[in-house]
């Protein structure tokens, strides 16, 4: 059965046994106050894992950045993840890393990284590539942008049936990404996303910790 033959079919929603989760991403400045931001945003207990998503900075000078970023997020019992850099998640010793389609294979990632780290692929609205990643060994693939995103434009736009698929046929969780908000998160959690992951609609809010709390009631479904 080939990608077209599963666009045809549709899938239930999933009937949830556990709540989705929170998966916050950083933005792109993380210096300064940030860290104090962070640990209010994790303070609800609602976040599960933040995802360090820095771009056009020096090895270096992120491992500086990211060091009370990584003890903030072990103090919260949150898992830390790196964004598309084995090296950098293998020298902060990180719980994981994210992966784009052009960042490195998962494979690599596992040999260097080891069995216990957390690795995740991009697969934007390609179940294709999705199947691959979960062949491959990745511990979640994410879905997106579902909405109009600032963060990382995307002209991918998934509908939520995506994640009503991937939930019927592979026990690997799945991430929805893009422009979710706590008014616009119901049909992705309804669908079956495992985790929604989130940075402008907390980060570019006065109150992180208000933020993040925004999501509970979507959340649980």
Known sequence: MDEDDFDAIVFP???????????LISPQEVGGAFP??????????????FQLRVKDVGEHELA????????ICADAEVAFIVNDSMALAKRL???????????GDIREARALLGPSAQIGKT??????????????GADYVAFGAFYP?????????????????????FEIPCVAIGGITPDNAKPLVDAGADFLAVCQAVWGKDDPSAAVQAFEDVLSG
Request: glycine letters at 6%; a neutral charge; hydrophobic letters at 35%.
């Open 13 to 23: 929603p999933p009937e949830r046994t556990e709540q989705a989760k929170l998966y």
């Open 36 to 49: 104090n931001r962070l640990k209010a945003a994790l303070e609800p207990g609602v976040a599960t894992a």
């Open 64 to 71: 500086r950045l990211a060091e009370p970023l990584q003890r």
């Open 93 to 103: 010793g990180a719980d994981g890393v994210h992966l784009g389609q052009s960042d």
């Open 123 to 136: 697969c934007h609205d390609n179940r294709h590539l999705a199947m691959e990643a979960g062949e491959a």
């Open 149 to 169: 995103t600032t963060t990382k434009p995307s002209h991918y736009r998934p509908q939520p049936s995506i994640l009503s698929w991937w939930s019927a046929v």
